[in-house]
Nanobody, 114 residues
């Protein structure tokens, strides 16, 4: 299983970005996909997650600003990030969990300037 993330970049505060993460390989239809982030000097934290039944959850810090979605036919998860703040600056990682195994994609840098 491989995960390929894309969509990071540099944006001004208040702006938007959309991250994508495509999974390839043997993907079981029942799974959870999510986005995590890690800022310099901080631990990796969960940003948002979505199950294959489209049940979502969000970190309190991003509720109302970020939206996670998925396309099961493409095994792809998206993170729409609006009203970005400088504190959203981090490396964002996607993760796929199935059969209690966690698969991680490479990180994509998101930088929000003030």
């Amino acid at each position: 299983v491989q995960l390929q993330a894309s969509g990071g970049g540099l944006v001004q505060a208040g702006g938007s970005l959309r991250l994508s993460c495509a999974a390839s390989g043997s993907i079981f239809r029942v799974n959870v996909m999510g986005w995590y982030r890690q800022a310099p000097g901080k631990q990796r934290e969960l940003v948002a997650a979505i199950t294959s039944a489209d049940i979502t959850m969000y970190a309190d810090s991003v509720k109302g600003r970020f939206t996670i979605s998925r396309d099961n036919a493409k095994n792809t998860v998206y993170l729409q990030m609006n009203s970005l703040k400088p504190e959203d600056t981090a490396v964002y990682y996607c993760k796929l969990e199935m059969h209690s195994i966690h698969y991680w994609g490479q990180g994509t840098q998101v930088t929000v300037s003030s």
